[in-house]
C-alpha cells in the first residue's frame, strides 16, 4: 500500500514538472522577441489625415447585383482624388484603370528576377444599413474628422488600406527609395459582393502579363488588437494565413399538396423542420490544429500563469480550451465548419397543404474540410431521398494555409514589431472566418496574407460593415510607418 503510494505521489510529481517545464518553455520565447534600433520614418500626418479624410467622402457603394447601379462618378471621383494626393506615386508608378473600374500600379525594382510583392485593397464599401442613417454620430460620407478619428464609411473596410499604401508609397518616394522587387498595387472595385471583376481581373491581367508567382501577397484580414478578446496582455497582430471557404446549400422537401381540412401527420414543412432540427444537432468536429492552433501557441507566452499553464500541456487540457472556445461563437468559428440555416420557406395560401418547403444552410468551412466533404457530410445527416439538396451557386473552397516561416511573413512580423514595440505587441498567424479577395491569390504564393497594419479600437470591428465606422487617427498615421517599413523591409526577402 506504502509503495502504490509512492508511485503515486512520484507520477503526480512528474506531471507536474511537465507542466511547469513547459509553461516555462513558452515562457521563454517572450524574451526571444528581440527590440534593437529602429530608423525613424516621417510622415507628413496632418495631410495624410486630409487625403485619408476626402476619400471617405466618395460613395463607392457595392450594391448586391440586380438591386441599384454602381456609381461609377463616385470611383472616378475617388480616383481623381487619388491622383491629386499622390502626385509622386502617379509619376513614379504605371497606372491603369482595369475592367472600368479597378486600379492597378506596377513600380518596377530594381532586381527584375525576383518575385513581385503585391499589395491589395479595394475601393468599395457596403451600404448604410437602412434605417440606421440617424445613429451615426457623423454623417457616413461626410468624412468628419472629429473627436481624434476619421468618421466614415470605408473608414476601416478599407479605404485606410488604399489610402495607407499610396500616403506610404508617396513618402517612399519622397526619400528616394527605390524597391528590389517589382511592386503592384491593386485596388479592386467589388470586394463587398465577391471580387469576380476586381481582384480577380486584377489578377488574371498580372498572370497573362508573365506573373507567375508572388513573393509576397497582402490584403485586409487581421488587425492590431487588443489582447484582451484572447485573454492576453498587451497588443495582438492578428494575421490572417488561411481564409474558410463559403458553400450554400438549399434543402428541399418534396410534399403531396392538397387541401389543409385532410392533412398528413407532417407537412413537408414539418418535414423540413426535423431535417433542420437533425442539422444543427449535429455540429461539425472541432479540432485545436492548424492556424488556430499556431495563434493560441503564439499568444501562450503572454497569458497570466494559469492559462499559460494550460495552452503550454494542450496535450493534457486541449479538450478544456476547445470546450472554452467554443462556448463563444466568435471563437467557436476558429475551431470547425460552422452551419446556418439562414433561410426557409414553403407553402403558399393558409388552407393549402404546400407541396414543398425548402431551407438554406450556410456553410463556413474551415481548412481541412471542403466542399465535397460538407455535401456529403449533410447528406448523411439527412438520410432521406425526399430531400433533394442543391448548392446555391456562390461558393468557394478554404484557402490554402500560407507558410508562417516563410520570408513574407518574416517581412510583415518586423515591420510590426519596429513599428508598434517588440514588445507591446504579439504576433499571431490566425484563420479569417470571412471572405477576402486574396482568396484570389492563394494558388500563387504561399505568402499570401490577410492584415492591416493599424491598431483598431475594441469594439472596431462592430464597427466593419455596422454604424458609426471610424479610425483612430493615431492609428491611420501609424499603419502608413508600418507600411513604409514593410516595403522597406521586402527587400530582405530573396
Ligand atoms: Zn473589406
Redesign the pocket.
Known amino acids: 500500500m506504502k509503495r502504490f503510494l509512492l508511485v503515486i505521489v512520484g507520477c503526480l510529481a512528474l506531471l507536474a514538472g511537465v507542466l511547469v517545464f513547459n509553461t516555462s518553455r513558452s515562457m521563454n520565447r517572450v524574451a526571444v522577441r528581440d527590440g534593437g534600433k529602429v530608423a525613424a520614418v516621417t510622415v507628413d500626418s496632418a495631410g495624410a489625415i486630409a487625403r485619408f479624410a476626402k476619400a471617405l467622402t466618395y460613395p463607392t457603394i457595392s450594391w448586391d447585383p440586380g438591386t441599384q447601379p454602381v456609381d461609377s462618378a463616385a470611383f472616378r471621383g475617388l480616383q481623381a482624388h487619388l491622383a491629386e494626393s499622390f502626385p509622386l506615386v502617379h509619376k513614379t508608378l504605371k497606372h491603369e484603370v482595369i475592367n472600368h473600374l479597378s486600379l492597378l500600379y506596377t513600380w518596377p525594382g530594381t532586381d527584375p528576377t525576383r518575385a513581385p510583392v503585391v499589395l491589395m485593397g479595394?475601393q468599395d464599401v457596403v451600404p448604410v444599413i437602412p434605417g440606421t442613417e440617424s445613429q451615426w454620430q457623423q454623417q457616413p460620407f461626410s468624412g468628419a474628422v472629429k473627436d481624434g478619428f476619421v468618421w466614415g464609411r470605408g473608414a476601416l473596410?478599407?479605404k485606410l488600406t488604399v489610402l495607407a499604401t499610396l500616403e506610404a508609397i508617396e513618402t517612399l518616394i519622397r526619400d528616394g527609395y527605390k524597391p528590389r522587387h517589382t511592386v503592384y498595387l491593386a485596388f479592386g472595385h467589388d470586394?463587398?459582393i465577391g471580387g469576380e471583376q476586381g481582384a480577380q481581373v486584377l489578377r488574371d491581367t498580372l498572370v497573362a502579363r508573365g506573373l507567375k508567382e508572388a513573393a509576397l501577397v497582402l490584403d485586409?484580414g487581421g488587425a492590431i488588437a487588443d489582447g484582451a478578446m484572447l485573454g492576453v496582455t498587451g497588443k495582438v497582430a492578428l494575421i490572417g494565413v488561411s481564409e474558410k471557404g463559403f458553400l450554400s446549400l438549399e434543402l428541399t422537401m418534396k410534399g403531396k399538396g392538397g387541401h389543409s381540412s385532410t392533412p398528413p401527420p407532417h407537412t413537408a414543412i414539418g418535414q423540413i423542420a426535423s431535417v433542420i432540427e437533425k442539422i444543427e444537432a449535429a455540429p461539425f468536429p472541432a479540432t485545436l490544429d492548424g492556424p488556430t492552433r499556431w495563434m493560441l501557441d503564439a499568444v501562450a507566452p503572454t497569458m497570466p500563469f494559469g492559462k499559460r499553464l494550460a495552452m503550454a500541456n494542450l496535450w493534457l487540457f486541449g479538450p478544456l480550451v476547445e470546450k472554452a472556445m467554443l462556448a463563444q461563437p466568435q471563437s467557436a468559428a476558429m475551431l470547425r465548419t460552422t452551419t446556418a440555416v439562414t433561410m426557409v420557406s414553403g407553402g403558399v395560401k393558409t388552407n393549402v397543404l404546400p407541396i414543398d418547403a425548402k431551407a438554406v444552410v450556410n456553410f463556413r468551412i474551415r481548412p481541412g474540410e471542403t466542399m465535397a466533404s460538407v455535401t456529403d457530410r449533410v447528406r448523411g445527416i439527412v438520410n432521406d431521398t425526399n430531400v433533394a439538396i442543391r448548392d446555391l451557386g456562390f461558393h468557394t473552397e478554404p484557402s490554402p494555409v500560407s507558410d508562417r516561416e516563410g520570408a513574407g511573413f518574416k517581412a510583415l512580423a518586423k515591420s510590426v514589431r519596429e513599428e508598434f514595440g517588440a514588445s507591446g505587441v504579439t504576433v499571431a498567424p490566425y484563420l479569417v472566418i470571412g471572405g477576402?479577395d486574396a482568396r484570389y491569390w492563394s494558388g500563387r504564393s504561399t505568402q499570401t496574407f490577410r492584415f492591416m497594419g493599424a491598431p483598431i479600437e475594441a469594439d472596431g470591428m462592430t464597427r466593419?460593415h455596422g454604424t458609426n465606422e471610424r479610425a483612430p487617427l493615431g492609428s491611420y498615421v501609424s499603419s502608413v510607418r508600418y507600411l513604409v517599413r514593410l516595403v522597406r523591409n521586402t527587400d530582405e526577402i530573396p
Open positions: 479595394h473596410d478599407d470586394e463587398e485586409e477576402t466593419v
